[in-house]
């Protein structure tokens, strides 16, 4: 937590304060035709999440998504790529990068890490679409997506090819 004296406008001083968070990394996995979704159980909660996880320190965000996607996953794909980086909050400094990793292969049993226990299944890309909806998906940034791409035809198309390559 940083804290810091600024001065207001009428010259007083107010503290303020900044969180810092390690970055993070997700990744919407393709696997044929059907996309990775994780039941995952943490120590106090349990959530439906994508492939993903903390950065290591000095670790590459692309290289974290990779680890991160073949632990908790068991696949790996060579057909990885940045498809976008938010903030999620101005007084957290945070990065969260969500790849797009196609054509995902399975490569060994998943690894977890301690705390963890993760299910992972395949689903459409319409019941991708629903987790829009869904109380369990732990993702705002992506929820907000999803819903944006249910309310604008012609956006959802775009996607499913960016995806699917079709």
């Given at each position: 937590?940083?804290h810091?004296?600024?001065?207001?406008f009428?010259?007083?001083?107010?503290?303020?304060?900044?969180?810092?968070?390690v970055?993070?990394?997700?990744?919407?996995?393709?696997?044929g035709?059907?996309?990775?979704?994780?039941?995952?159980?943490?120590p106090?909660?349990?959530?439906?999440?994508?492939?993903?996880?903390?950065?290591?320190?000095?670790?590459?965000?692309?290289?974290a998504?990779?680890?991160?996607?073949?632990?908790?996953?068991?696949?790996?794909?060579?057909?990885?790529?940045?498809?976008?980086?938010?903030?999620?909050?101005?007084?957290?400094?945070?990065k969260?990068?969500?790849?797009?990793?196609?054509?995902?292969?399975?490569?060994?049993?998943p690894?977890?890490?301690?705390?963890?226990k993760?299910?992972?299944?395949?689903?459409?890309?319409?019941?991708?679409l629903?987790?829009s909806?869904?109380?369990?998906?732990?993702?705002?940034?992506?929820?907000?997506?999803?819903?944006?791409?249910?309310?604008?035809?012609?956006?959802?198309e775009?996607?499913?090819?960016?995806?699917?390559?079709?």
């Amino acid at each position: 937590v940083y804290h810091w004296e600024q001065k207001m406008f009428d010259g007083s001083l107010e503290t303020f304060e900044k969180l810092k968070r390690v970055d993070t990394v997700n990744a919407i996995s393709i696997v044929g035709d059907k996309i990775i979704l994780q039941e995952q159980e943490q120590p106090g909660e349990k959530f439906l999440s994508l492939p993903g996880g903390r950065c290591e320190k000095n670790e590459d965000h692309l290289e974290a998504m990779k680890r991160e996607l073949l632990e908790e996953t068991g696949y790996a794909s060579k057909d990885i790529f940045l498809w976008k980086e938010t903030c999620p909050f101005s007084k957290i400094i945070w990065k969260v990068k969500y790849y797009i990793a196609r054509d995902c292969q399975f490569i060994q049993n998943p690894k977890l890490d301690a705390g963890e226990k993760i299910t992972s299944k395949l689903i459409t890309f319409e019941e991708l679409l629903d987790l829009s909806e869904n109380e369990k998906f732990d993702d705002s940034f992506m929820k907000y997506y999803l819903l944006r791409l249910r309310l604008h035809p012609e956006e959802k198309e775009k996607f499913r090819k960016l995806l699917f390559k079709k």
